[in-house]
Every structure is written in C-alpha cells, then in structure tokens.
C-alpha cells in the first residue's frame, strides 16, 4: 500500500504565494506518475498540474505560467509551487499517485491524498 501526506495549504491573499508538498511512503517500486488536482465547492475535481517519471509536465491552461510542479525523486515528494494566486485558484488540492508498488505481488496502483485546503481571499 502507498500513503500520501500532503501539506502547505492555507489562507493567503490574492496575488500571494504557497507551496504545497506530498510526500508517498509505502512499498513503492516505482513512480509513473504524480500530479495536483483540485476541486472548489460544488464542481468537479480537476487537473492542475501533472509530472511523469522522466519529468515532463502538464499544466491546466488556467494556472501556466503562476504554478509550477517539481519532484524529489529520492524524497518521493511532489511539490506545486503556486504564486500570483488568485480568488478562483481557492479549493481542496489532491495528490495524486500512479506507480508500481508491491513486494511478493507487483502492481499497478493509483493513490489520492486527503487533500489540503487552499483560500486565496483579502
């Protein structure tokens, strides 16, 4: 099994900055893939911003150029840097997990993170 703990949500004004880290732990044997999603009250979970193995990257439109998305590959920690934040960047932001993981029995495995609230308001 895989845990995620995610961390650096919070209350931040508009045009500020957070940072936010999700650390994976478990019998981990490889990661395809990690990203950020998030979901603001009453609509759906969406992309923010995803990282491969090899790390290429993919950003929703709405956050290119402000979020930017890093890996620790030794920490197996995955980062979201958020600056000149917004009103409509306030949500819930998950980490999301994609990998191989496993012991005597390897498989493919998809893991979300509690999530963590981020609110960008005056």
């Known amino acids: 099994q895989v845990q995620l703990v995610e961390s650096g949500g919070g209350l931040v004004q508009p045009g500020g900055s957070l940072r936010l880290s999700c650390t994976a732990s478990g019998n981990i044997r490889s990661i395809t893939a990690m990203g950020w999603y998030r979901q603001a009250p009453g609509k759906q979970r969406d992309l923010v911003a995803t990282?491969?193995?090899?790390?290429?990257?993919d950003y929703a439109d709405s956050v290119k150029g402000r979020f930017t998305i890093s890996r620790d590959n030794a920490k197996n920690t995955l980062y979201l840097e958020m600056n000149s934040l917004k009103p409509e960047d306030t949500a819930v932001y998950y980490c999301?997990?994609?990998?191989?993981?496993?012991?005597?029995?390897?498989?493919?495995?998809?893991?979300w993170g509690q999530g963590t609230l981020v609110t960008v308001s005056s």
């Open positions: 990282i491969t193995s090899v790390g290429s990257t």
């Open positions: 999301n997990f994609k990998g191989i993981v496993g012991a005597a029995i390897i498989r493919n495995l998809e893991v």
